[in-house]
Nanobody, 124 residues
Framework: QVQLVESGGGLVQAGGSLRLSCAAS????????MGWFRQALGKEREFVAA?????YYADSVKGRFTISRDNAKNTVTLQMDSLKPEDTAVYYC????????????????????WGQGTQVTVSS
């Protein structure tokens, strides 16, 4: 059974940094794509960043967030710098284990497995 276990998150002042990590287990091979989504209170879940053969980002976080992965450990990390109050949300790790095409996957319904979510709060 696939499990995604997230760590990190918390409360930080605007301009500060946080690091989120996610460890995937349950398969003998690495997922094709690992990503992060977020959901603010009262809003829909939205794409933040993902990494497969390349890293790609939502425009709202480009230049501030960095995603990386360690295939040997099946982990993905999201380094978040220059945080803004509008980054406040529950952040979810997600994996797409087998990709049918070499392209960017930004839709939540394109991912197979999800973590439990971790709260990130940025105060002004």
């Amino acid at each position: 059974q696939v499990q995604l276990v997230e760590s990190g998150g918390g409360l930080v002042q605007a301009g500060g940094s946080l690091r989120l990590s996610c460890a995937a287990s349950g398969r003998t091979f690495s997922p094709s794509t690992m990503g992060w989504f977020r959901q603010a209170l009262g809003k829909e879940r939205e794409f933040v960043a993902a990494i497969s053969w390349r890293a790609y980002y939502a425009d709202s976080v480009k230049g501030r967030f960095t995603i990386s992965r360690d295939n040997a450990k099946n982990t993905v990390t999201l380094q978040m710098d220059s945080l803004k109050p509008e980054d406040t949300a529950v952040y979810y790790c997600a994996t797409k284990w087998a990709a049918s095409a070499r392209r960017d996957y930004v839709g939540a319904n394109e991912y197979d497995y999800w973590g439990q979510g971790t709260q990130v709060t940025v105060s002004s």
